[in-house]
């Protein structure tokens, strides 16, 4: 009698093997292609849920076929376990992070075996072991040596709710906290930095390099790393009473064309310069009032369009260096300091927050590039002074045109990159007052935290030799156990760690007490793990020219610009060490889509969650991991439906019973036979075999599983409308192994009990070869084509699968109910696609 499928009987049984077995342990093997599968670094913040075993079951499903198409296959798994959600639950619990981060890196580990993922469990790494933060602080050293590194004082993002900086990366949406939600603050402290704007032009070059990124990933790496070409001009600073005096101000400009309209220069409220100019004046009060202002917005409201204009006079004036005109100097909330030189040259003509501005504060608006179809042309056309100081505009003009008031250059083309544009940029670098320059949105990456869990920075503070690098033999700088956050300790409140002695001069010294933003963890672990096990080097440069780049990695698009940017900088850094020959990390880049239910992403706070637990304890992880990945395309988003689960679980049982029952049969396996319902399904096998290879390959994961459906299916109905003693037994099995073969990278648990246990075999399923399929065997003998007359199915046509066109064409024409259609009309066009569709165009 046929067994049931059973999944609670077989799952458990499978995973106990394949550790015993320690099929999953692979080593480098040069005699075979390598290929790197990759999911993304998971934060062991509780158990798994579905957006994990989404992400993981892709990566497991690429890693299981890869394997069996003959690569040597890297499918580690490690986890990110520093960071602030370990320091808040622990706070919570009253207990340390180290025991809640540990506690739920074991409870994960159990989920993804009972999910049957294919990690190699001699490469786990965690990011919160000694053995692997080691290897952070040198990563920091080596970037110190490199000047790359930094500690300055500057104005930096504060999250309130988290007390700790965080970079601008981590700032999203309207000014707030990527992690929290908090409005971020402004605050001038002085933090530690990696210098990854040294590296802007080169991460920006290579996103051309990057064949196999999504578009949109690569779209928004560029606009956020914000190249633009431009001037830096100099304007001379005047005096209390007006005078010129020897000081500059520099700005940084994308329209040089547009100089001549400058009618106002602007400072950002955090410039130096705005306090220095109006301290002790009438205009401090004002000054100091926008500072305040923009101090409790965040740098996103300040630059968005949509914000208020708020400013104040300093009373001073820059002479502009075109045609020597004196310039107000304001402050505005609308010019950011990290920005370009953190003062602007003002053109409202050409600007529209530079226009509202004017508007605002009656300020003059004069135009100097205008639309060639503009009557406003007619009447400056060749005035090379200005004549005007004001347009009759709506809103600013910043497309192409022509320059008027804008002395010789009048009549030249204006415009981003136009010749004007270029004219002026040589006329002001022949005189000494600016330059062409090349400006990037991108700022460096601050990496200082003040929080206790985390990776210290390996650095001390001498009262004498200044700020001194930890030397390598001392590393690594070990965090303490013994903070007690639940009283708000961090590492600047523990005397034990901090007082030390400076490594140059011997003297009292005090260690640095900020920890390394987490994203230095995982900007560099899929290099461990090609070398996970390695104390004596982070890993070996032999061991990581095998494995990298990351073949294909997968995650989600929230990461497009914070974790893979940084990944990025640190793989061209570790290049330049002579530590990897990989310029990227990643060739190939899969975002997988979100797990929603009821319209909504699943979250503990919106209550509608779907524990993975309770479903395979169900249904079985392997109907789970099939599910999942039949309901969309990966990169689209799911919507969670139970009753699908159900019966993707009514699939895997047919299959199992329709591959045990001609497994029972095997006595009769040397009866063969060629009639027409073997050929045909022998024809179906390889059609399907075919288009799951392809399908797989194209990470269209839902519709390779519809296609073992259809083989399935023509495998019941062989059996069902075939008498036993015509059927063809040794197909009949063969169709049987491939469907166990094809459903192993989705259903590993049951593929290996059909093909070890049912079948016979004695070596895993996941070490077979992937069947191969013949195309001339899936060709079909006929083809049923569609026949449409004026857009509308008439027909449909049976014939022969290698008909020429005229042929098809001939056949489609004679049909009985195409020919009662064009009675009396006259056929204009008969297109015909091949293999699908005859479409008749006929009229009077």
Request: proline letters at 6%; hydrophobic letters at 40%.
């Amino acid at each position: 009698m046929t067994r049931k499928y059973d999944p609670r009987a077989i799952e458990e049984k499978w995973q106990s093997v394949w550790d015993a077995e320690r099929l999953y342990s692979v080593t480098e093997d040069p005699q075979r292609p390598k290929k790197y599968v990759l999911e993304m670094f998971p934060y062991p913040s509780g158990d798994i849920h579905m957006g994990h075993v989404r992400n993981y079951s892709i990566g497991d499903v690429v890693a299981r076929f890869s394997t069996m198409r003959g690569f040597d296959v890297l499918h580690p798994i490690g986890w990110d376990a520093f960071g602030l959600p370990a320091e808040n639950a622990a706070i919570k619990s009253k207990s340390h992070p180290a025991k809640w981060t540990y506690a739920n890196i074991e409870t994960q580990a159990a989920s993804f075996k009972r999910m049957g993922f294919s990690y190699d469990p001699d490469r786990m790494v965690r990011s919160c072991d000694l053995d692997y933060y080691r290897w952070g602080q040198w990563i920091f050293l080596k970037f110190w040596e490199r000047g790359l590194v930094e500690r300055k004082k500057s104005p930096v993002n504060w999250c309130p709710d988290c007390k700790t900086v965080l970079a601008n990366e981590q700032v999203v949406g309207d000014g707030v906290c990527w992690r929290c939600k908090s409005a971020v603050e402004k605050r001038d402290l002085e933090q530690w930095y990696f210098k990854i704007t040294e590296y802007a032009q080169e991460l920006l070059d290579d996103l051309d390099t990057l064949k196999g990124w999504p578009e949109r990933v690569k779209t928004m790496q560029a606009n956020w790393i914000g190249r633009s070409e431009g001037a830096e001009v100099d304007f001379t600073l005047c005096g209390p009473e007006g005078e010129p005096t020897e000081s500059i101000i520099t700005v940084f400009t994308t329209r040089p064309d547009t100089l001549f309209g400058c009618s106002f220069f602007l400072l950002a409220p955090e410039h130096p310069l705005a306090e220095e100019l109006t301290s002790g004046t009438e205009y401090s009060a004002g000054v100091r009032a926008v500072a305040a202002a923009a101090a409790r917005e965040t740098a996103v409201e300040r630059a968005s369009g949509e914000a208020e204009k708020v400013g104040a006079f300093t009373g001073r004036y820059v002479i502009n260096p075109v045609n020597g005109d004196r310039v107000p100097v304001w402050v505005s909330n609308y010019v950011l300091m990290e920005y370009g030189t953190g003062a602007v040259m003002a053109v409202p003509s050409g600007d529209q927050r530079d226009f509202e501005f004017a508007r605002k504060y009656d300020l003059p608006i004069p135009p100097v590039v205008v639309a060639e179809d503009d009557p406003l042309l007619g009447e400056l056309s060749g005035e090379r002074d200005r004549v005007m100081n004001d347009v009759p505009w709506p809103e600013a003009f910043d497309g192409y045109g022509v320059m008027v008031q804008s002395g010789e250059f009048t009549g030249m083309p204006g415009g981003k990159a136009s010749e004007g544009m270029k004219a002026v940029t040589e006329w002001l670098a022949e005189r000494g007052l600016g330059r062409f320059s090349i400006n990037f949105r991108l700022r460096d990456w601050l990496i200082s935290r003040q929080r206790y869990w985390g990776n210290p920075i390996p650095a001390i503070d001498c009262p004498q030799c200044g700020l001194v690098p930890v030397p390598e033999t001392d590393l690594p700088v070990v965090l303490p156990m013994d903070v007690d956050i639940t009283k708000g300790e961090t590492l600047a409140d523990h005397p034990e760690f901090y007082d030390t002695k400076c490594p140059k001069c011997g003297g009292s010294a005090r260690r640095e007490t900020d920890t390394m933003d987490t994203f230095t963890c995982s900007s560099w672990y899929y290099l461990r793990y090609c070398d996970a096990r390695n104390g004596a080097e982070a890993f070996s440069r032999e061991k990581a020219d095998y494995w990298m780049p990351v073949d294909q990695y997968i995650g989600g698009i929230e990461h497009a610009i914070l974790h893979l940017l940084y990944s990025r900088f640190f793989t061209k850094v570790f290049r330049d060490m002579g530590l990897t020959s990989a310029d990227e990390p990643f060739t190939n880049l899969l975002t997988q889509g979100m797990v929603k239910k009821d319209g909504e992403t699943m979250s503990k706070s919106r209550g509608n969650v779907v524990a993975p637990e309770d479903m395979v304890a169900k249904y079985g992880a392997d109907a789970l991991r099939a599910f999942i990945l039949f309901m969309a395309p990966p990169d689209k988003d799911l919507e969670w439906n139970q009753e699908g689960l159900e019966g993707t679980f009514r699939f895997l049982s047919r299959l199992w019973r329709h591959v045990t029952e001609v497994a029972e049969e095997a006595p009769r396996a040397a009866v063969q036979v060629a009639d027409a319902a073997a050929k045909e399904l022998r024809r179906e096998q390889h059609r399907v075999v075919g288009k799951v290879t392809g399908d797989i390959e194209r990470f269209s994961f839902n519709t390779a599983l519809s296609a073992m459906m259809e083989l399935l299916n023509a495998a019941g109905e062989y059996r069902r409308t075939v008498a036993d003693d015509g059927r063809d037994a040794v197909l009949e099995r063969d169709v049987a192994e491939t469907l166990t073969l094809l459903i192993a990278p989705y259903a590993p648990h049951m593929a290996e009990e059909l093909w070890r246990e049912v079948l016979g075999h004695h070596r895993s399923v996941h070490r077979e070869e992937w069947p191969s399929f013949d195309p001339a065997v899936a060709a079909a003998d006929e083809v049923e084509i569609v026949v449409q007359v004026n857009g509308k199915v008439r027909a449909k046509l049976v014939i022969s699968a290698d008909a020429d066109e005229d042929a098809v064409r001939e056949a489609a024409l004679a049909m009985p109910n195409v020919v009662e259609h064009i009675a009396g009309l006259t056929v204009r066009k008969v297109l015909v696609v091949p293999g699908k569709l005859v479409s008749v165009v006929a009229s009077a």
